[in-house]
């Protein structure tokens, strides 16, 4: 049975699994990120992640490829640069086969979950997807753009990445990409909290640490906080509508862990 190595880089935790054709997860583990150590350090990593993996599985199993995500824009199987850990230019894609021995393909990691995304929506019964526009939200946002079939990767490899839509406000939030208001200064679990917070305060009421406790309030009913929320949810929709109506997709992704948390916020 062919099985594959996955792999997520992020800027706390590499993720490694072994699925095998179906998608089924056999292993996982992870390790904590040490960028500082440099890409072959990772790539060692990861290789020593699938060798330990590798040992448990049945005689008839051989895993015959690793699929890899990067926090950042990938060109080829070269990772541009990566805010998160600190990196540059880097040959990531070839040191992770150099130390696995598998061939390995590295793409950008929304770009990686819109494939799995769809190839999974697919397995369940569904058509593939050939337009498709995807959207993660979590400590930022990001996405992903699939176009007659097809990966947008852009001029720059930098396509899909929502996160950095001007969000029409003007409070002068700084984002990580250097512009101001970029939509993940307000679409992100730190943009939310910061917007309740800022309506909380200016109310005179006490600011909550984190966005779990935020969930609390809405949850109660709290009219602040409900307002922060529907007001988040009001500039994502709104970006959201700009790109549907830009590439008229058939199907529309929303992902990451703000977008279930406290129930379901975003419908
Ligand atoms: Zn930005």
Redesign the pocket.
Known sequence: MDVALGIDIGGTTVKSALVDRTGALIQKRSVRTESSAGHVKMAHDIAAMAKDMSKDLPDRCTVVGAGAGAPGPVEGRMLLGAVNLGWGETPLAQAIERSSGLPTVLLNDANAAALGERWAARSHGGDLAENLLFATLGTGVGGAIIVNGSLLNGAHACGG?I??IPSGKSEKRV?????LD????YASANGLLATANNLFVTNQVSAVPTCEELFERVKAGDRLATKALDDTIDLLARALAGIINTIDPEMVIIGGGLSAAGGTPIR
């Open positions: 990445e996160g950095h984002c990580g990409c250097g512009n970029c939509l993940e200064t």
